[in-house]
Every structure is written in C-alpha cells, then in structure tokens.
C-alpha cells in the first residue's frame, strides 16, 4: 500500500476498465464515486478484461489488520515521517480518527461486486455459453463471495448464534441505481456467500490454474474457500467436508528441510491453491517486525523462525519476503494454500473431539517445518495435549506459526474470543481489550457520509 496515494479514486487508477454505463451509474449513486473512461464491452475477450481489472485492482486490506493484531510489532527507522501517523492509528486500534486516517477499501469491494453482479445477470443464464463464458461466471459469483466475506469479517461481528442479527454490511446483488442501501444481517450475508460458492461450481471448468493464472478461482479455491467459510461459521463437519478432498489431493506441503522448498506463500509454492492477495507490499515489510509473542512460539528445531522472518539485529524479525527492493515481494501472493486447509480440517477435528486424526494432521505438517532432529520432539509435544481444550490452544499457536503475516491472525483472534492484545509505540503501551468492539471495524466515514444508511 502506498499511503500517499491510497486515496486516489479506484475508477481514475482503472481509467481504461471494460464496464457498462448502467452499472457504473449504480455505483456512483451508491457510492459516490464518478467513472470515467467507460467502454461498453461486448464479448468474452472484453468479460475477461473486466475480470481480471477485478482481481488486478482487490483490496488490500489484509496487512491493515495484521498491524492490528498481536503478531506484529512496529519499526519507524528509515521511514517517511509523514506516512508514520496512519501507521500508528491502525497499530493503536484508532479508527476514524483524522482526516489522515488510512481507513480499509470500502468502495473497492463494492466495485468487485458490482462488475461481479454485472458479469452474473449478463452471462449466468445464457443457454448457449461456452466453456469459458461458464468458467468466467463462476469466478464472478466467487469474487462477489469473497468480498462479502472479507467485508462481513471486517466489519461485522465475529460469528455467533448470538451475532447473527447483527447489522453487518449492505448486501447488493443487483446494480439497481435508484434502490437505497441499507445493512444487512450477518447471518444474510454468510447465507449470500455460501449460496454463491455453491452456485459457482455449477460454472467452473477449471480445478487449479497454471502459476501464472493462479490469481483466479478455481474449483480447488472454491473448495479451499468453502472449508474457511465453514470454519468461520463453527460448521465443523462441513468444514472437514469441504477441506479433506483438497488434502487427498496431488497438493504438497513444501519441505522447509530441503534446499530447494519455497515460501509456502510463494506464488509457485507447491501448496499455493490461489493467489490473488498481496498481503504484504514493500510499505508495510519495511515497518512491520515479528511481535516477540509470536517468535517465542517457535520451538527450537522450527524451520519457520529462520525461514519466515530475517534478523539483521538482535531481537528485529523482519518479515521474509524476498528482496523488496528488487520487487520480488510481489511473488508472495497467498489466497487459499495447503497449509491452511489442512489447520482448519485439523481444528474442525478437534472441535469435534477427533483428537487422532487431528493430531495426525498436525504431525504431517510437523514433518515439513522442524529440522530432521528435531521432528521427534515436535510430535511428542502434539501428542501432549489430551484434551481438546489444550489441543485447540495449540492449534491457534500453531496458526500463528504457520500462517504468519498470510492476513489471517486477526480473523483467528476474532474467531478464539476476541483476547486482550497489548502494543508499544516509543514509551507508551496501548491495550485492546478482551471482547473489544474494537475488534469490528466501523464503516468508513466517507462511505457513511454518502450513504446516511450505514
């Protein structure tokens, strides 16, 4: 993210986007924002421009809510001291609080899911599409997915029997420019998302794409896609339903022991499902560093620590991803990987009182992340928590371990109760309490302003 230029307008950076008129029209009156450069498209090859603008242009709201969460601890030297007070008001939980405040992509998931209704009610029902106008759809109804369940994890509250009438977000599935938006229930808006995975796979063609296409969903991400959602919802079988064709699957955990493993969130990583998010660009590698509870966690013999972080000073673990000033970073794009599924189908087993096979689960990736001496230790310590409780707190441990800096650690504290989490900034210690309301975002002042509704 580029701070400086983070509130230039979506549609003037996407100045040559393929969309229709009367779609643009409903999101400048929903919206407020004023297109320009509009072209009617009017086949499969202008679709497909359309699409991949979408996935070109996604939000990149994951990194924002890592700096919030306790994997993370904050690194000024060396940067622009005029970027360094929206990086504080996000690592000290300060929403809305100035003008200045780098607030999450709020138009920018609308505008997916408007090029996304677009693409549905144009295409879903033509009776004599084509392979690739079907596979196009599918991606679509899994765009528009995807949005509203990053937006209802965002800004809704983490699910519950007891949340689910909770105002979440509007839920728009239509590109009517004279309706009036208004929220939704959090429980309507997870129906809509696993409606439109389902609906997906009644379109998609293709299972897994090549590396260089992998930015789209396929149906293994719709898969992989499916058993989070499940997960988030606390539907533990179908969460196990949905992640254990993936892991019987010709997927691989990358070997951290040998010499030529990548990164599991490695474009071309042997795991990687799909890879559209840029979780963490070169502004955020250069002020984030692990959080010393997060490196304490690492046992000794855990490839990880060395792998994941690098230490050009004593107790300063900067987050691995390639050479930023090369531009390598951008190869590390994580959406859905192996190492993910199998955590999740793992913790659907433990909640379940599935104490072997979970720990079964977790020995297998054990295999790949400790040194060769060290495996044995590691699998004696899973095979120490009896009890589903203590196997279940070694799994969120085991989460942050893994996916470090993927963008999911604040979903998972969300999800394990909303604990208390503590940030220094110089000399002074902020404190996010247990079950804070901080834990939901507030809706954007700016899309508040254009919308009285929200």
Not at 115 to 120: A, G, K, M, Q
Not at 340 to 364: D, F, I, P
Request: aromatic fraction near 12%.
């Amino acid at each position: 993210m580029d701070v400086r230029n983070y509130k230039t307008n979506i549609f003037v950076r996407l100045l040559f986007l393929l969309f229709s008129v009367a779609c643009f029209a409903g999101c400048e009156k929903f919206l407020d924002i004023k297109p320009a450069g509009v072209v009617m498209p009017d086949n499969l090859s202008d679709y497909r421009a359309m699409l991949t603008r979408v996935y070109q242009g996604f939000p990149t709201d994951l990194a924002k809510l890592s700096l919030r969460s306790d994997e993370v601890k904050v690194s000024f030297d060396g940067v622009n001291a005029s970027y360094r007070p929206s990086y504080e008001e996000i690592y000290t939980w300060i929403d809305n609080g100035s003008l200045s405040t780098v607030t999450t992509q709020w138009q920018s998931y609308y505008y997916s899911i408007y090029v996304s209704n677009y693409l549905i009610k144009l295409l879903a029902n033509a009776s004599d599409a084509s392979d690739d106008t079907k596979q196009l759809v599918g991606e679509a109804y899994l765009i528009r997915a995807y949005s509203y369940f990053l937006l209802a994890n965002i800004y809704g509250q983490p699910y519950s029997d007891e949340s689910l009438s909770s105002l979440c977000v509007p839920l728009v599935l239509d590109n009517d420019v004279e309706e009036v938006r208004v929220k939704s229930t959090l429980k309507s808006v997870y129906e809509q998302v696993e409606q439109d995975i389902e609906a997906s796979f009644g379109y998609l063609q293709v299972d897994r794409w090549e590396p260089s296409l992998r930015y789209r969903f396929g149906r293994d991400a719709a898969r992989a896609f499916a058993c989070r959602v499940a997960l988030y919802k606390k539907d533990w079988k179908r969460a196990i339903e949905k992640g254990s064709p993936i892991l019987s699957s010709s997927y691989e955990l990358e070997d951290l022991n040998s010499s030529s493993s990548k990164l599991p969130c490695h474009y071309r990583s042997s795991e990687a499902i799909m890879n559209m998010d840029l979780v963490m660009d070169g502004d955020y590698l250069s002020i984030m560093r692990a959080s010393d509870l997060l490196i304490a966690s690492y046992a000794s013999g855990d490839r990880r620590k060395e792998l994941y972080f690098r230490t050009p000073s004593a107790g300063d673990y900067r987050v691995q991803r390639g050479d930023e000033k090369e531009g390598e970073s951008t190869a590390y794009r994580i959406t859905f990987r192996l190492g993910e599924v199998l955590l999740n189908v793992a913790e659907a087993q433990a909640r379940l009182g599935s104490l072997l096979e979970s720990k079964t689960l977790l020995k297998q990736l054990a295999k790949k992340r400790y040194s060769e001496s060290k495996i044995a230790d590691a699998e004696v310590m899973i095979d120490a928590k009896n009890t589903s409780e203590e196997l279940l707190e070694f799994i969120l441990a085991e989460r942050g371990r893994e996916l470090a800096f993927e963008g999911l650690r604040w979903f998972d504290l969300r999800r394990f109760g909303c604990p208390q989490i503590s940030h220094k900034l110089g000399e002074k210690e902020y404190t996010l309490n247990e079950k804070d309301s901080r834990y939901t975002l507030p809706i954007p002042r700016e899309a508040k302003e254009s919308n009285s509704n929200l």
